[in-house]
């Protein structure tokens, strides 16, 4: 039996996960070629969108699995100053609104439930198959070869490149290097267990309580402290951002589990007030990451030939806005949404041709491409410290930006909406740095 339509995913991240599960079906042979064995990274949690929570939640059916993994409704968002004075507080209850929930995982449970979803034989369609310590160096997007480190080759019909930040796939569809582009700031991460806040931190527990079901900012001058819980409360997690030149370790390495130094870490935050830094005290070595944040300027393009590329290989953003993983899943939904009327056609017979796989990989990036670029933009304008604020024209209110944020009905309808549109002025221009669409304007 010649197996119908083969579909190689680099990179087994939320990214990669997602498009194995929105494109699983019969007649589909999906590999996840992913170069990590999987060890456990640093923990931190997540948070998704309302339309990204939907779908995963309802539409790939993984409510119940996350719900025992312990995961929580975001209800709001919270933002104190060094003072502990409460600046403002907006109450997110989304689903009346949104029609869904803004939701917060441990990532490594997030991950977890993906993988399950894209390789179980539980749910409907082939599974995918997973081959860990598959480091891909480069593919060819014409005739669909994926090449690995260790001299593998792989035929396919259509190659999703969900590698990251820092994508070999987009190198090949591109022809050159993108360079991921060095923001200025970089974050130490870790998660405490809320006990350990509740009995020893007791000034910062005044102030924001680490059970509450909230997203909370602490915001300095130029460095912030992003929080919230997971794993039903058991666990609160922070994210502590600063700028480069005022961290006090190397912060050159990228990797998700590279190491912080507690000590320097703390002597980052010396001038905060002992109530907000009192929680820095509580991890123990070896359990802060520590991460240089960075993005990409918008690309020309995701897709060439058989390849496309999903999540931050297409469009790294800073975490500033909590919207990376949810346009991963997003991009994901759509890879389903344009693919889905192949299975049906083709019936299992034969794969699609060269013709329609490119074809449909430009339909994918046209109707995404706008979208994730002006949340790629807004990500990197929300970083900016106060007082460059009035330099940097932002048009979008966060209200604004929340309803640009959720209003998105999958793919397929969105694709139906620009194409309404398509009168109104929008552009989107790539090679200034300044992106226009329609009313918002965003500019770097
Ligand atoms: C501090 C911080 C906090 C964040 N918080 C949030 C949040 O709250 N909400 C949110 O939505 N997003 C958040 N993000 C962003 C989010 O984590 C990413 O946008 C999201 O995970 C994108 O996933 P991805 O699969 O595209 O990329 P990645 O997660 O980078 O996955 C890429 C995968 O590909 C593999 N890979 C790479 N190269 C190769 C290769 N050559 N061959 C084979 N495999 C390869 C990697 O090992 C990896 O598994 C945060 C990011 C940071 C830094
Ligand atoms: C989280 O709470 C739910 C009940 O609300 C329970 O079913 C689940 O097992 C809990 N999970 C964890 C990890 O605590
Ligand atoms: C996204 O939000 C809109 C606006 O409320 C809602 O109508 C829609 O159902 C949501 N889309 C998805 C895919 O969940
Ligand atoms: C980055 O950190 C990883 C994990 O801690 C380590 O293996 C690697 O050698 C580091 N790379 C650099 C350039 O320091």
Request: aromatic share 8%; glycine share 8%.
């Amino acid at each position: 039996m010649a197996s119908a339509f083969r579909i190689i995913i680099v990179g087994g991240g939320i990214a990669g996960l997602a498009t194995a599960i929105a494109l699983r079906s019969l007649n589909r042979k999906i590999i996840v070629l992913e170069q990590s064995s999987f060890n456990r990274e640093i923990g931190a949690t997540i948070s998704l969108q309302p339309n990204a929570s939907k779908i995963v939640e309802r539409t790939w059916d993984l409510s119940r699995l996350l719900h025992e993994k312990g995961s929580m409704m975001d209800e709001g968002f919270q933002v104190y100053s060094l003072d502990g004075e409460l600046q403002f507080r907006i109450p997110l209850s989304t689903t009346e609104k949104y029609g869904a929930e803004r939701m917060l995982y441990h990532r490594v449970d997030l991950h977890d439930a993906l993988k399950e979803r894209a390789t179980s034989d539980k749910w409907p369609g082939e599974p995918a198959q997973l081959h860990v310590s598959s480091r891909v160096t480069h593919c060819d997007c014409e005739d669909g070869v994926v090449y690995t480190e260790s001299g593998q080759t792989f035929q396919s019909d259509l190659i999703i490149g969900a590698d990251g930040i820092k994508s070999v796939v987009r190198d090949s569809i591109l022809g050159t290097k993108v360079p991921a582009l060095r923001t200025g700031h970089s974050a130490y991460r870790m998660i405490l267990p809320v006990y350990k806040l509740l009995t020893e931190c007791k000034a910062f527990c005044d102030v924001v309580d680490p059970t509450a079901s909230y997203t909370t900012m602490i915001m300095a001058h130029n460095r912030r402290m992003i929080m919230g819980p997971a794993r039903n409360g058991s666990v609160y997690s922070i994210v502590a951002m600063v700028p480069d030149e005022g961290i006090n370790e190397d912060a050159s390495n990228t990797s998700w589990t590279t190491h912080g130094d507690i000590k320097k870490m703390r002597e980052t935050f010396a001038d905060f007030p002992e109530w907000a830094r009192s929680p820095l005290s509580l991890v123990a070595d070896g359990e802060v990451g520590l991460w240089q944040l960075r993005d990409i300027d918008p690309l020309p393009t995701w897709t060439k030939g058989r390849a496309i590329l999903v999540g931050d290989a297409g469009h790294a953003m800073l975490p500033t806005q909590g919207q990376g993983a949810s346009q991963a899943i997003e991009d994901a939904e759509a890879v389903g949404a344009f693919y889905a009327d192949i299975a049906s056609t083709i019936a299992g017979k034969k794969a699609p041709s060269f013709e329609q796989i490119k074809t449909i990989n430009e339909k994918i990036f046209a109707c995404r491409y706008q979208r994730a670029t002006t949340i790629q933009q807004y990500s990197r304008q929300a970083a900016k410290p106060a007082t460059e604020e009035e330099s940097a024209k932002i048009k979008m209110s966060p209200s604004e930006f929340m309803d640009y944020n959720c209003n998105y009905n999958g793919a397929l309808e969105w694709a139906r909406e620009q194409e309404k549109n398509q009168e109104k002025d929008v552009e989107v221009s790539v090679i200034g740095r300044e992106v226009k669409a329609g009313a918002q304007e965003v500019s770097v």
